[in-house]
């Protein structure tokens, strides 16, 4: 499999700002995003380094942020100045986390038509912590709402929204069960729907361990036209841990996961960059930004800002290496902030962090 480089740093030097970087998809009559799934509140709190059991560690910052993927996504394109509708579909609770959340939504102009509210569970949180030194983070949640979101609370009748993004798969219990009527997942008939009703489709994954991690997810991808997800949870899809450093092996990976019934793309980040193949097409790679020390504030969203890059420039009809590229400069901008989304900058912004900072080395195996 060839293994093209992107540097579109490079290019934009030769051909001007914009070259390459492709222009709207005038041809369609929709527009905008809708992002269904997790809606959470994350307590973000940083500590001076990560306890052992029974230890005490101490707590430097703190503070209350979005999260989830959808609502991370959502909030990422606000800030990212997008300038075409976004729309939140999911469940919240009857509570002040929900009342927070759908205010949150309103104030970065998400329209909050599907965004529903339930008295059966509080709405999702979880207690993400950062360590200082690193900015690695560590994950403790409750589901809350999140586990009784159904097809039910999706209507893709109204939307004129263009892409519908649906994450996280393995997050939603409800949504990731296995039908014993038609052994499908929850998740794959909304996907459908999605589908029905005019929209492309793309899903992120969440990483957990689950006995039927792969069956689930591989039960619903035919009914995805584009996938985004990172190197732990494509491993888990193919049934084999991938290393990074063998860039050949993550390509690989890349292309299988699209032969799993993918229908468009398939997009897997990591830390030292990115790769991703469309349907007919090699598989290319993505170097992610050499950072200097002390760059980073906490990794927490970094993922759902590279989901959001990908997706403003695929709902822009950039090419996949412009796709990529903005994703990885959307990342890199979302570390300058402990919180998933308050790093994330204007699209021009984000860009220029590619061309301040050279490229990492990805690994040569």
Same mark, same amino acid.
């Given at each position: 499999m060839r293994l093209r480089g992107v540097l579109l740093r490079l290019q934009t030097e030769r051909q001007g700002w914009w070259s390459g970087y492709g222009s709207p998809l005038m041809h369609s009559p929709r527009s905008g995003i809708l992002a269904g799934g997790n809606f959470i509140v994350d307590y973000v709190k940083t500590v001076t380094h990560y306890p052992?059991?029974?230890?005490?560690? /101490? /707590?430097?910052?703190?503070?209350? *942020?979005?999260?989830?993927?959808?609502?991370? $996504?959502?909030?990422?394109?606000?800030?990212?100045? #997008?300038g075409f509708p976004l729309e939140a579909a999911g469940l919240v609770g009857a509570d002040v986390n929900g009342s927070w959340i759908l205010e949150d939504c309103r104030s970065h102009r998400i329209d909050t038509t599907q965004l529903? &509210?339930?008295?059966?569970?509080?709405?999702?949180?979880?207690? *993400?912590?950062?360590?200082?030194? !690193?900015? &690695?983070?560590?994950?403790?949640?409750?589901p809350g709402a999140n586990a009784l979101l159904d097809k039910?609370? %999706?209507?893709?009748?109204?939307? &004129?929204?263009? /892409? %519908?993004?649906?994450?996280?798969?393995?997050?939603?219990? !409800? +949504?990731?069960?296995i039908s014993v009527v038609d052994e499908r997942t929850g998740a794959s008939h909304v996907l459908e729907a999605a589908r029905a009703a005019g929209l492309e489709t793309s899903m992120d994954l969440v990483s957990i361990e689950h006995p039927d991690y792969s069956k689930i997810v591989r039960g619903t991808l035919p009914f995805v036209d584009h996938l985004i997800i990172n190197e732990i949870e494509a491993g888990k899809i193919v049934g084999r841990p991938l290393d990074p450093e063998d860039v050949a092996g993550v390509l690989e990976a890349t292309a299988e996961i699209l032969s799993f019934g993918v229908g468009k793309s398939v997009v897997l980040h990591f830390e030292a960059g990115a790769t991703a193949i469309e349907r007919g097409q090699d598989a290319i790679a993505c170097p992610s930004l050499a950072l200097p020390a002390g760059f980073s504030k906490g990794s927490t969203g970094a993922g759902d800002a590279f989901a959001a890059g990908y997706l403003y420039a695929l709902h822009e009809g950039w090419t996949l290496e412009a796709r990529l590229d903005? *994703? $990885?400069? !959307?990342? *890199?901008? #979302? +570390? !300058?902030?402990?919180?998933?989304?308050?790093? $994330?900058?204007? $699209?021009?912004? #984000? +860009?220029?962090?590619?061309? &301040? %900072?050279?490229?990492?080395?990805?690994?040569?195996?």
């Amino acid at each position: 499999m060839r293994l093209r480089g992107v540097l579109l740093r490079l290019q934009t030097e030769r051909q001007g700002w914009w070259s390459g970087y492709g222009s709207p998809l005038m041809h369609s009559p929709r527009s905008g995003i809708l992002a269904g799934g997790n809606f959470i509140v994350d307590y973000v709190k940083t500590v001076t380094h990560y306890p052992e059991e029974n230890m005490l560690t /101490i /707590i430097r910052a703190e503070s209350m *942020a979005n999260g989830g993927g959808p609502y991370n $996504v959502l909030k990422d394109l606000s800030a990212l100045e #997008c300038g075409f509708p976004l729309e939140a579909a999911g469940l919240v609770g009857a509570d002040v986390n929900g009342s927070w959340i759908l205010e949150d939504c309103r104030s970065h102009r998400i329209d909050t038509t599907q965004l529903h &509210r339930t008295e059966l569970a509080p709405t999702s949180y979880t207690d *993400a912590m950062t360590v200082e030194s !690193t900015g &690695r983070r560590t994950f403790f949640h409750q589901p809350g709402a999140n586990a009784l979101l159904d097809k039910h609370h %999706f209507d893709f009748s109204t939307t &004129r929204t263009r /892409i %519908f993004h649906f994450g996280y798969l393995m997050l939603l219990p !409800t +949504l990731d069960s296995i039908s014993v009527v038609d052994e499908r997942t929850g998740a794959s008939h909304v996907l459908e729907a999605a589908r029905a009703a005019g929209l492309e489709t793309s899903m992120d994954l969440v990483s957990i361990e689950h006995p039927d991690y792969s069956k689930i997810v591989r039960g619903t991808l035919p009914f995805v036209d584009h996938l985004i997800i990172n190197e732990i949870e494509a491993g888990k899809i193919v049934g084999r841990p991938l290393d990074p450093e063998d860039v050949a092996g993550v390509l690989e990976a890349t292309a299988e996961i699209l032969s799993f019934g993918v229908g468009k793309s398939v997009v897997l980040h990591f830390e030292a960059g990115a790769t991703a193949i469309e349907r007919g097409q090699d598989a290319i790679a993505c170097p992610s930004l050499a950072l200097p020390a002390g760059f980073s504030k906490g990794s927490t969203g970094a993922g759902d800002a590279f989901a959001a890059g990908y997706l403003y420039a695929l709902h822009e009809g950039w090419t996949l290496e412009a796709r990529l590229d903005l *994703a $990885v400069c !959307t990342a *890199a901008a #979302c +570390l !300058t902030h402990p919180t998933p989304s308050a790093g $994330v900058r204007p $699209v021009q912004e #984000c +860009l220029l962090l590619g061309k &301040r %900072f050279e490229r990492r080395q990805m690994g040569s195996r």
